[in-house]
């Protein structure tokens, strides 16, 4: 804990029910339990987030799993392991092709190889008897059809073989291949990623922060049809620049260190996109992404998500291998494209043991709410109540003796601190929990 300071302190706000789903648009179908944090340390975090946990400035919520209409499951891959899917490469060939030429091609107007496959050419009428024809025997047509299957026959098999070379070449592309692939002396565009930590903010960060915000705004009206009164730079920094996270910088971690940062992407001197993340102990953590609509036809969300995963490889750090995407729902049609970035994991929400996902989508198929841990041995582990750390009066202690000294106050907690302990789990032995 030492290497990664502390302590951790949070305020338990206990559940917050029968609020609208921002997915199926259910009025009161909604369920989470809530807590403010004041400060994490990134480990405290990395076990919160591994609990089911998310953030959204320094509030940290957990979905009621059991209780809700669309049930959200955490869900990671594998960096050092991802493999590229045909659509992530065709978003990376569609960018290289616009920073290269400044051509742009809309992704919902292209063919897939399946509609390739079976497009035809218009049918002309033929005529009942052709201009010009010359009749020929029939032993001269069967040899001449003959030679011309032998002839097809052939073509058929260079042409295979020409694909599968093609194929082969394609495939032994790495993701790296993809995002460096070399541009002309003089390209039409140039992309360049930076990036800032937004907690403390940082003198890049606060350059920025005006055009940040403008981007933001631009995002939220146009994409989400929110309201510009409602997307002010308070509300903009409280949800995405604030963060309880502390910066800190071990020897064994990576150079720019933990916490939170935007990663920016600008398109020659125009800002067109940000990446809200979290860098913690085992994991880069994707909190929320923004981006300039006049640019959607570059599919920047599926090619940030892919920078991002670059991202952790090279940081090759033997500890911080995964990408966690936030929530899969697999109720919600539109958010099943996480499940796209292979190998992916999700999260039991009982066990808190992770499962592939190939594993998880035949029981999501029967029910939106599972346990995909099939050993019913196997429970999250206990804490006991006694050995939850609180914080009252500036003081920290054991439940246990804080109970001791305030008895009467000490009553009136315990429900909120045993609700709050099986939500944590063993965190919160260390995380402080503040009483009033």
């Known amino acids: ?94 960018m290289h092709k616009f920073l290269a030429t400044g051509a742009i091609s809309h992704p919902q107007r292209e063919s897939t190889d399946h509609d390739k496959d079976t497009d035809a050419k218009p049918v002309r009428e033929k005529p009942a008897v052709s201009p010009h024809t010359v009749e020929i025997p029939r032993e001269l047509q069967n040899m001449k059809k003959a030679k011309i299957r032998r002839m097809e026959r052939k073509a058929l098999v260079k042409k295979e073989t020409v694909k599968l070379v093609k194929r082969s070449a394609n495939e032994a592309k790495t993701l790296e291949d993809f995002l460096h692939e070399p541009l002309p002396e003089k390209p039409a565009h140039t992309l360049t990623v930076k990036l800032v930590r937004s907690h403390p903010r940082s003198e890049e960060f606060k350059r920025t922060l005006a055009a940040s915000h403008a981007l933001y705004l631009k995002y939220q009206v146009t994409v989400h049809k929110d309201k510009p009164e409602k997307c002010g730079l308070e509300q903009y920094c409280r949800f995405l620049v604030d963060s309880p996270l502390e910066d800190c910088y071990p020897e064994s971690g990576p150079e720019m260190g933990y916490g939170s940062f935007h990663q920016q992407y600008w398109l020659d001197e125009r800002l067109i996109a940000v990446g809200v993340i979290d860098i913690l102990p085992h994991c880069l953590s994707s909190v929320y992404f923004y981006y300039d609509p006049d640019y959607s036809f570059l599919s920047l969300g599926t090619y940030a998500s892919l920078q991002e995963i670059a991202f952790v490889r090279q940081l090759a750090l033997p500890t911080l291998q995964w990408y966690y995407l936030g929530f899969y729902i697999h109720s919600c049609t539109k958010m099943r494209y996480k499940g796209q970035y292979k190998p992916s994991f999700l999260l039991c929400p009982e066990a808190f043991t992770w499962h592939p996902i190939e594993e998880c989508l035949p029981k999501l198929e029967l029910s939106n709410y599972c346990r995909f841990n099939c050993d019913s041995a196997n429970v999250a582990p206990v804490v006991s109540l006694g050995n939850v750390l609180v914080l009252y009066r500036r003081q920290a202690m054991k439940f246990s003796q804080f109970k001791a000294l305030y008895e009467r106050k000490g009553n009136e907690e315990e429900d909120s601190i045993c609700e709050y302990s099986k939500l944590v789990g063993p965190a919160a032995t260390r995380i402080l929990f503040y009483i009033h």
């Open 1 to 94: 804990m030492d290497e990664y300071n502390g302590p951790s302190i949070v305020q338990y706000l206990g559940p917050h029910k029968d609020y609208k789903c921002g997915y199926c648009k259910g009025v009161n179908s909604n369920y989470s339990h809530g807590m403010w944090a004041s400060v994490l340390t990134v480990e405290d975090y990395q076990a919160l987030i591994d609990r089911g946990f998310r953030r959204s400035g320094c509030y940290c919520y957990k979905p009621a799993m059991d209780k809700i209409c669309c049930p959200q499951y955490t869900i990671r891959c594998l960096a050092s392991d991802f493999k590229l899917g045909k659509s992530h490469k065709k978003v990376l060939k569609r």
